[in-house]
């Protein structure tokens, strides 16, 4: 009885051993270990809008987030027509935004300085009773002066839905760039 006993004993033993070997094996296949987890953040965080070494094209396309409006919108259709450089102290910023006014709630354009801080210049509400499909948004003077060899990151958004619930916060589809004011030289004079 004891010598069954010390086999049963045994063989439950080896079961356990076994069990856990498994249990512990499938959670660390589950588990990233440190290296793979840290990869996996860096690649995510280089994946980040960067607006340095752009190179961007002058025609930008659209980008939806989800929401309710993206059906009957496609968002490739908002077009920003915006240069990457300007002379002008007060831009117009021109936009193509192909859409029934009735299948979206708003649009609101925000322009922000390109640094750390990422202050806010610009921001508004446009009036979507007075919707045209090409919109064009000059900067006020002359409070919203662009500086000389400062760079300002742009972003037209159209809401689907009321963006003051914050539930819908990501309900929309936007456009966005940036654009620097450069200082006009001789050189470019002659070119004109």
Known sequence: MNHLNFQHR??????????????STSSMLAEPSPRQENKAMTQANNSKTS??????????TGQASRGSCTSGI???????????????AYPTFQFQVPFDPQSFHSIEFVLMEEN????????????????????QISLPQPSTELEVDQ?????LIVHC???????????SIYVEGSIKRVQLTPESETEN
């Not at 839905?161 to 309900?171: E, F, I, K, R, V």
């Open 10 to 23: 045994h063989l439950i033993s080896a079961f356990l051993c076994v069990g856990m070997l498994i249990s």
């Open 51 to 60: 607006y340095t070494n752009r190179g961007q094209p002058q025609v930008q």
């Open 116 to 135: 750390a801080e990422a202050k806010i210049m610009y921001e508004t509400q446009l009036n979507v009773r007075e919707f045209s499909p090409e919109v």
């Open 74 to 88: 496609d968002a490739n259709e908002l077009l920003a027509y915006v240069p990457l450089e300007t002379v002008e």
């Open 161 to 171: 839905s009321d963006p003051t619930s914050l539930a819908n916060l990501q309900d």
């Open 151 to 155: 760079s300002y990151v742009w972003k």
